[in-house]
């Protein structure tokens, strides 16, 4: 029996969930600190081996212009072990953990390295710190430093 209900996508933080990034550039690239307004949370399979993953995609949208609401400005998506088990994780798309930027422009840069570290917490949170580093959008070859940090509840 899967820890996280596949079936529900919901939008939108409860009270106490966060997702938050810095980034470190040492360039030219700017990168404003990321706070997601709403995640998605989804089930499937990942990478060269087809192993069953929990995609959490954080959402961070503009200020509602008219009535017709929000648009999606960056996106963090992050892959992370069906089984949420207490640990360190190599940031490597192959194994099914992976983490993934869209910027402003659309432009989607997969981290080259780094680490995903899930934390103990209580029974229906999960919570996770990410050291990644990114290519920088558009760049031949530029990457910056990404540290980021969630608490999401586990969907039941």
């Known amino acids: 029996m899967?820890?996280?209900?596949?079936?529900?996508?919901?939008?939108?933080?409860?009270?106490?969930?966060?997702?938050?990034?810095?980034?470190?550039?040492?360039?030219?690239?700017?990168?404003?600190?990321?706070?997601?307004?709403?995640?998605?949370?989804?089930?499937l399979k990942a990478g060269l081996k087809k192993l069953d993953v929990v995609k959490i995609t954080a959402i961070e949208r503009t200020l509602p212009h008219t009535r017709a609401g929000h648009s999606s400005v960056r996106e963090l998506t992050i892959s992370l072990p069906i089984e949420l088990a207490i640990g360190k994780y190599e940031l490597k798309g192959t194994d099914g953990t992976s983490l993934s930027f869209k910027d402003t422009n659309g432009h989607v840069v997969e981290a080259t390295s780094g680490t995903l570290e899930i934390l103990p917490s209580e029974e229906d949170v999960v919570k996770c710190k990410i050291k990644a580093y990114l290519d920088v959008p558009g760049s031949e070859g530029e990457t910056f430093a990404l540290n980021a940090r969630f608490q999401v509840l586990k969907a039941g």
Not at 19 to 39: M, Q
């Open 2 to 43: 899967s820890i996280i209900n596949p079936v529900i996508k919901r939008s939108g933080f409860a009270e106490g969930n966060y997702f938050i990034g810095d980034a470190f550039t040492g360039g030219k690239f700017s990168f404003e600190e990321f706070n997601a307004t709403s995640r998605l949370i989804d089930t």
